[in-house]
DNA sequence: AATACCGGCGAGT
DNA sequence: TCATACTCGCCGGTATT
């Protein structure tokens, strides 16, 4: 059966949680900042509504840059993010599109993939009655806008979606992928960024069309045989990854802007017992044990860094943490000795979500196979 | 030679 | 002093077995 994957989108969410829960702000450019702590405007732009990215101002943006572009319209409102309300809203947003198909995948929390072969039987029609219904009930309930896309893919229905935003949905046929994919350019696929597209530039490649013209083998051996293959088959609409709902995290980090910059190992590994506590309580509500700790830092000039280390055995506890933090954190230092840091942060790796208090897992030795 | 680990990079929300 | 806080996957290099 032809299979049908739609992506659900919502508009600018955070900023548009603020306007309907301030009714003051419609109208102006809202701007959902995450700050730093460090001076008043220190931080990053979340995300903003649609009057805010007329004035030129994007997600990502530093605070102080966006205050700047705002100036030309003096309603611009900033507001700080309030990360754990809209992760409320979001899960009774999937719950919603859960009750219309089961099998979800969100993405952060404004997006979600869903499977509907089963409930569309393979039919665009069905798919879209649906894909409304999905959308009137997020109205009904939340008072919130979303965008959908409807494909044979998630990469097409990604594209889809984002070719008509605000509270739009877009449906590509399977007869219509090529047409629809040739005249956008590359930036659009999955996986390639700023980087990529620049490469792809200085090749002349600047259409998905001109990318599709290329050979399999030119594109592996330029850009890495992972890569290559991605863009080959992401050129000719070809994307057969799955809805995976049960998906599980593989890490869990955390990672905080230091009161100031500091090149002092103490003073560092103090901050990073709070942040490896904090971790640690994230750690426990998702039940796992953990086998590899890293220490982060980014420097004044906002290079990153890693350290990691892997255990012997699993870990379950917050002074795993912050001990091996601090030992990488010290290995760190006498390795660029003096460097200032702004962000530093923990990291837990290799998860392994078995009952904890279970006997270690039977090894088979490869004896047994002889 | 195969596998594991490490650290950086690129990309996504 | 403009520059958040996460997450995943790949690459090339090195270490281990």
């Not at 409304?132 to 965008?147: A, G, M, R, W």
């Not at 509500?285 to 700790?293: D, G, I, W, Y």
Request: glycine share 6%; net charge positive.
């Amino acid at each position: 059966m032809q299979r049908i994957i739609g992506l659900l989108d919502m508009d600018f969410f955070y900023a548009q949680i603020e306007e309907r829960d301030n009714p003051k702000l419609l109208g102006k450019p809202v701007i959902v900042g995450m700050y730093s702590g460090r001076g008043p405007d220190s931080g990053a732009v979340a995300t903003c509504n649609y009057s805010a990215r007329e004035l030129g101002i994007k997600s990502g943006m530093p605070i102080q840059f966006a205050k700047r572009l705002a100036e030309k319209n003096k309603e611009s409102v900033f507001v700080p993010a309030r990360i754990p309300y809209y992760r409320e809203v979001s899960q009774k947003i999937m719950d919603s599109v859960r009750e219309f198909c089961p099998q979800i995948e969100t993405v952060g929390l404004d997006e979600a993939y869903f499977d509907l072969t089963r409930e569309s039987k393979g039919d665009f029609e069905k798919a879209k009655s649906i894909a409304l219904k999905i959308k009137k009930k997020v109205l009904l309930d939340q008072s919130l806008t979303c965008s959908i896309g409807i494909a044979p893919n998630k990469l097409l229905a990604k594209i889809a979606c984002d070719s008509k935003k605000p509270d739009g949905l877009t449906i590509v046929l399977p007869q219509d992928v090529q047409s629809f994919l040739n005249p956008l350019p590359p930036k659009k696929l999955l996986g390639v960024g700023p980087k990529t597209s620049e490469q792809l530039r200085q090749l002349e490649i600047v259409t998905i069309e001109r990318l599709s013209k290329k050979p399999l083998s030119e594109l592996k051996r330029f850009f890495g045989n992972a890569k290559g293959q991605l863009l080959f088959d992401s050129s000719h609409g070809i994307d057969e990854s799955p809805i995976e709902s049960e998906w599980q995290k593989l890490q869990i980090s955390h990672i905080k802007t230091l009161p100031k910059d500091s090149n002092d190992p103490k003073e560092i590994i103090l901050f990073l017992e709070k942040l490896s506590d904090e971790l640690f309580e994230r750690v426990q509500k998702e039940n796992a044990r953990f086998k590899e700790v890293a220490f982060i830092a980014v420097s004044n000039h906002l290079e990153s860094f890693t350290k990691n280390k892997t255990m012997a055995d699993y870990a379950f506890d917050a002074q795993t943490i912050s001990h091996t933090a601090a030992e990488l954190c010290q290995k760190f230092f006498e390795l660029h000795p003096g460097i200032m840091l702004r962000r530093v942060g923990v990291r837990v790796g290799k998860l392994n979500r078995e009952n904890s208090d279970s006997k270690p897992k039977k090894t088979v030795s490869l004896q047994d196979f002889v």
